[in-house]
């Protein structure tokens, strides 16, 4: 069968949806609400499992190492793809050797929140208390080698500032680590940490983006907080869809719309917005472009940091 044909009558069994985070994370919110919308597009089931191990390289490097014939999907984000190589010594795939980005599914800030009984109320403040008492303040994060572990890294690296990074598996024992005070300070994006502010728990700092987060209107860039050191700050939390590296491309092709149209669709558009993710879609190429120049920006970020894990 030609691959014209291959793609016609793709797919002709279920799919498999890795999403290398854990139930109730951002990634995992963004796959259900897909879901059944990708099945009506593809006329298949598409099975959502979750892999968060090790930063969400476990189940990116399965992927990687899986047939490339589009039956096995995985959800990563910028940890797995743009962060991992600079960060593990071993890491056992190569992104854009061993992968195919099929599409970008939503890109956002991070926020930068703190419990609220800490005593500051901006950047400014915080980075003052850490370098008041170095060593005394956690920070959590969601997993070794995330955004939300790097964006405090390098918000640390440009202020000589410190604070003691703890790691946890996805997004809800990291606040809930912040919450009961074994940690002060969490970067993440907004969705799992807004329900925390509004019950008076946590309170934002900052934003993360260039601009001020249509979202979050109310809260400050980093890059506003009158710290010299951070005026071109700029970190996004970014996911995205991909497979196996020699997955047909009429195959990718079939994928990148269904998953396009699933994207489109107002009730998936609406439960992505609820949940403070902005949908995004794209083409394979825009999806292979982010991954380089992101890896290109945070490779000296992550040296300069020093963070390594073997």
Do not use: C
């Not at 109730?24 to 099945?39: C, E, F, H, T």
């Not at 703190?114 to 956690?138: C, D, F, H, I, Q």
């Not at 400050?220 to 869809?241: D, H, Y």
């Amino acid at each position: 069968m030609g691959l014209g044909a291959q793609a016609q009558t793709f797919p002709t069994k279920p799919i498999r949806w890795v999403v290398v985070a854990p139930a109730g994370s951002s990634l995992d919110v963004i796959a259900r609400a897909m879901q059944d919308k990708l099945k009506d597009q593809l006329g298949q089931p598409v099975v959502v499992e979750n892999k968060p191990q090790a930063g969400g390289t476990v189940g990116t490097n399965e992927v990687a190492k899986s047939a490339p014939d589009g039956y096995t999907w995985v959800m990563s984000f910028n940890g797995p793809l743009a962060f991992g190589p600079h960060l593990y010594p071993k890491l056992p795939y190569q992104p854009l050797r061993d992968l195919q980005p099929v599409m970008i599914t939503t890109s956002q800030p991070n926020v930068i929140a703190v419990t609220s009984s800490l005593p500051v109320n901006n950047m400014k403040e915080l980075v003052a208390l850490l370098k008041s008492e170095p060593g005394r303040y956690n920070y959590a994060s969601v997993g070794n080698g995330s955004s939300s572990h790097l964006t405090v890294e390098y918000i640390k690296a440009m202020t000589e500032s410190f604070a003691v990074h703890i790691p946890f598996n996805g997004s809800p024992p990291a606040v809930m680590s912040v919450i009961g005070g074994q940690t002060q300070i969490m970067a993440s994006v907004p969705t799992v940490l807004a329900p925390q502010v509004q019950q008076g728990r946590l309170k934002f700092i900052a934003v993360t983006s260039k601009q001020r987060y249509a979202l979050l209107p109310d809260v400050p860039t980093v890059a506003v907080s009158g710290l010299p050191a951070l005026r071109q700050f700029e970190a996004l939390a970014w996911n995205g869809v991909l497979v196996a590296a020699g997955t047909p491309r009429p195959i990718v092709d079939r994928i990148n719309q269904a998953l396009n149209q699933a994207l489109q669709d107002p009730a998936v558009r609406e439960r992505l917005k609820a949940a403070g993710l902005e949908a995004i879609g794209g083409t394979p190429e825009q999806f292979t472009q982010l991954i380089r120049d992101e890896s290109t920006k945070w490779a000296p970020i992550i040296q300069r940091s020093g963070a390594r894990i073997d």
